[in-house]
Structure formats: structure tokens, C-alpha cells
């Protein structure tokens, strides 16, 4: 079998392997977080050394810290922070009207192949994505994410810039998909900075919300005498 990208069924069947590991680790740490390193750990020993660092580092870290503590790392990384989200039509699409559609386009692959779309996440989640990929269906999963590959780089730029110990996730299904250009990470770049694209149909272009500045005092009527 050759991959989207005409690689070799052995490579492929490796980036199959990330994703599994990086949608298991990338999920909310519950109590079931121990069960899922274990299997991250599994599915790192048929990666090459190299390949399989970046995902062992952040299964150590999880495995090495309390449960509530991770827990409320990763609300405040992912969910309270927009700069880190991991909903890939936000980026793509912002809290506009189109990003219903695109959202849709998720479902729909999904339903494509067989697949209910989720319960309880929404499509287009990394978590989601990448699963899909690694299990369903490996080819269209390998499209909508090369598809996405400019919000996985804002989501990894974003986490590298802050620090966070996913960011290693987010480098290693980056290094699955075809290699990004100078320009191409430019502009992610750019979209970690300015953000998403904002609704603007049937806006006005500008609104005063206050009152403009006096020059002079008015002038007071006077009444009959």
C-alpha cells in the first residue's frame, strides 16, 4: 500500500502509529490517563528512537505529574487559550459563519467511511482527526490533516512559544505530514499572532462608542427675560 504521499507502506503504517499516540496523548488527562500511557508506551516501541522521543517525553511528563494538576494544565492550555486550541476549522475559519461548513466537511468524511461523527467532541478536534486517521480511515485522515497543516503549525508554534510540554506532541505529527515551506510557516506564524479570521458581513466598518470631543463649550439659549 502507498501512502497519500508516496511513501512506503512501512513509513505510512508509522505515521499511523503517531497519530494514535499523539490523539492518546493530546486527550484530556481523567482518570483513565494511566491506561492510555501505557498504550502510548506500546506504540512507541515499533517507532524508531528518533521518531518515537518527542512522544515518550510527554508520556514521562504525564506519568510524572498528579492528575488534577494535569488536568487543570491542560483546561488552561487548550480549552481557556484560544492561541492553542486544538479545533482546527478555528483556525482555518475563526468565529465566522463558514466555520460551520467547514466543520460539516469533517462529518462528512466521517460518515464516508463508515464512521458515526463523534458524540461529546466536536469533529474537527485534533484528537478526533488523528484518531480517525490511525484507525478508520488513513488516507483521507492523512488529507484532512495535510489539509489542516497550517493550523498544526500555529497550534505547535503557539505551544513552543509558551513553553508547554505538548509541544513535542504537535512537532512529532507535524514531521508526519509533507514538509512545510518558509513561506507556508510564515504564515502560520502569522496566524498565531493576528489570530483567525473575524466575521464581518453586516458589520459596520467603525462605530463610535464615545461621545466626540468638544472643541468649544455649547452655546446656552437664552429665555425671554
Avoid at 494511566?34 to 517525553?57: G, I, K, N, W, Y
Avoid at 475559519?93 to 467547514?102: E, I, L, Q, V, W
Avoid at 484518531?131 to 503557539?158: C, K, M, N, Q, S
Wanted: charged share 20%.
Amino acid at each position: 500500500m502507498r501512502s497519500p504521499f508516496g511513501r512506503s507502506a512501512r513509513r505510512f503504517d508509522r505515521h499511523r502509529i503517531v497519530w494514535q499516540a499523539a490523539s492518546l496523548l493530546l486527550a484530556y488527562p481523567d482518570h483513565d490517563v494511566r491506561a492510555r500511557l501505557d498504550l502510548v508506551d506500546q506504540l512507541c516501541a515499533h517507532l524508531p528512537s528518533e521518531q518515537a522521543a518527542p512522544l515518550r517525553t510527554v508520556s514521562a511528563m504525564l506519568r510524572c505529574t498528579p492528575e488534577t494538576v494535569a488536568a487543570q494544565a491542560y483546561v488552561d492550555t487548550f480549552d481557556m487559550r484560544r492561541q492553542s486550541t486544538l479545533l482546527l476549522t478555528y483556525w482555518t475559519d475563526g468565529d465566522t459563519r463558514n466555520r460551520g461548513m467547514a466543520m460539516l466537511a469533517f462529518n462528512d468524511a466521517y460518515r464516508a467511511a463508515g464512521m458515526r461523527p463523534p458524540v461529546g467532541e466536536m469533529p474537527d478536534h485534533l484528537t478526533v482527526v488523528l484518531e480517525f486517521a490511525a484507525t478508520v480511515d488513513p488516507v483521507t485522515g492523512a488529507a484532512l490533516l495535510a489539509a489542516h497543516r497550517r493550523a498544526i503549525d500555529a497550534i505547535r508554534l503557539a505551544l513552543t512559544d509558551d513553553g508547554s510540554p505538548y509541544a513535542p506532541v504537535l512537532a512529532a505529527v507535524a514531521d508526519t505530514l509533507p514538509a512545510a515551506s518558509e513561506l507556508e510557516l510564515g504564515r502560520a506564524r502569522h496566524l498565531v499572532q493576528a489570530g483567525p479570521p473575524a466575521e464581518s458581513v453586516g458589520l459596520a466598518p467603525f462605530t463610535l462608542t464615545v461621545p466626540p470631543r468638544r472643541t468649544a463649550a455649547p452655546a446656552v439659549a437664552k429665555g425671554p427675560r
